[in-house]
């Protein structure tokens, strides 16, 4: 995996999304459509490096976090700016939709 994607857990969730634009892919290894969505948050972290966070979490490592968000399907995104929650994807998205919502976020 990637150096520039974030991995988090219960610990350090919080305090990371506490400031700024974070983009969290919640999903597990061995979800299909998960594995599709890993080179496209690759390349939209190489993207936003400077102006967002891309991170993920695992959901069979953290069903406390996935329960908390309500997650139900995997892969499901959700984009966070200062803490809260301004936007969630379900599913597998493409790297044109992600950059879009990350730059609105961040205006």
Do not use: H, Y
């Amino acid at each position: 995996m990637s150096q520039s994607i974030l991995q988090l857990n219960d610990k350090s969730f919080d305090a990371t999304i506490k400031q700024g634009v974070l983009l969290v892919d919640f999903w597990a290894p061995w979800c299909g459509p998960c594995r599709m969505q890993l080179p496209i948050l690759e390349e939209v972290a190489g993207r936003v490096a400077g102006k967002a966070t891309i991170a993920k979490v695992n959901v069979d490592e953290a069903p406390e976090l996935a329960g908390r968000f309500g997650i139900q399907s995997i892969p499901t995104l959700l984009l966070f700016k200062d803490g809260k929650q301004v936007k969630q994807f379900v599913g597998t998205q493409s790297g044109r939709v992600l950059l879009s919502a990350i730059e609105a976020a961040a205006k």
